[in-house]
Antibody, heavy 122, light 111 residues
Framework: QLQLLESGPGLVKPSETLSLTCAVS??????????WGWIRQPPGKGLEWIGS???????YYNPSLKSRVTISVDTSKNQFSLKLSSVTAADTAVYYC??????????????WGQGTTVTVSS | QSALAQPASVSGSPGQSITISCAGT?????????VSWYQQHPGKAPRLLIY???NRPSGVPDRFSGSKSGNTASLTISGLQADDEADYYC???????????FGGGTKLTVV
């Protein structure tokens, strides 16, 4: 059974870079020709799509975050990562990684990590 | 403010049916069949209920159904159960620069 697990610092200082990793177990990123995505949810608010990456490294980003976001994939480690630069308090959120069920970045996301809380504060 | 408009809240009694709407435009919901619906219980990750407007992933009960008419997609839950009390989000592909968007979410209360 495919499982995703987010990891990374729970506290990031303003203006620094937020870095998270999503480890995939129970299946291979490279053998599943699917998109993998990052989604966040600020406290008490709705879901926001951050961006998604294909197994071959092709990426799509939310234009509102594109200038600050980098998503990468490491098939040798079976994981993909998120970097968000120049963070502010507005980036405080629960960050989820997820698998898209198809080979489009807009396909529904059928497997989700448990989420990790990131707080931006000095 | 989300591009996809959902009612903030809906309610129903056990055994009843409810429908949650997701209003978009011809650039997203109305123009493409890439609408998904998610259920999220407090403190939990979202769960995919519906993809491509009306398809259910394996394991999702057939009490959950999706449809679309014009620029509005809908999620219908029949035979409401207490465990259906959760937040529900729609999402859609969009030809606009945002690429993909979520609705603002709807809180379902089972009274």
């Amino acid at each position: 059974q495919l499982q995703l697990l987010e990891s990374g610092p729970g506290l990031v200082k303003p203006s620094e870079t937020l870095s998270l990793t999503c480890a995939v177990s129970g299946g291979s990123i490279s053998s599943n020709r699917l998109y993998w995505g990052w989604i966040r949810q600020p406290p008490g608010k709705g879901l926001e799509w951050i961006g998604s990456i294909y197994y071959n490294g092709n990426t799509y980003y939310n234009p509102s975050l594109k200038s600050r976001v980098t998503i990468s994939v490491d098939t040798s480690k079976n994981q993909f990562s998120l970097k968000l630069s120049s963070v502010t308090a507005a980036d405080t959120a629960v960050y989820y990684c997820a698998r898209h069920r198809g080979d489009h970045y807009y396909d529904g996301m059928d497997v989700w990590g448990q989420g990790t809380t990131v707080t931006v504060s000095s | 403010q989300s591009a996809l408009a959902q009612p903030a809240s809906v309610s129903g009694s056990p055994g009843q049916s409810i429908t949650i709407s997701c209003a978009g435009t011809s650039s997203d919901v109305g123009g493409y069949n890439y609408v998904s619906w998610y259920q999220q219980h407090p403190g939990k990750a979202p769960r995919l209920l519906i993809y491509e407007v009306s398809n259910r992933p394996s394991g999702v009960p057939d009490r959950f159904s999706g449809s679309k008419s014009g620029n509005t997609a809908s999620l219908t839950i029949s035979g409401l159960q207490a465990d259906d009390e959760a937040d529900y989000y729609c999402s859609s592909y969009t030809i606009s620069s945002t690429l993909q968007e979520f609705g603002g979410g709807t809180k379902l209360t089972v009274v």
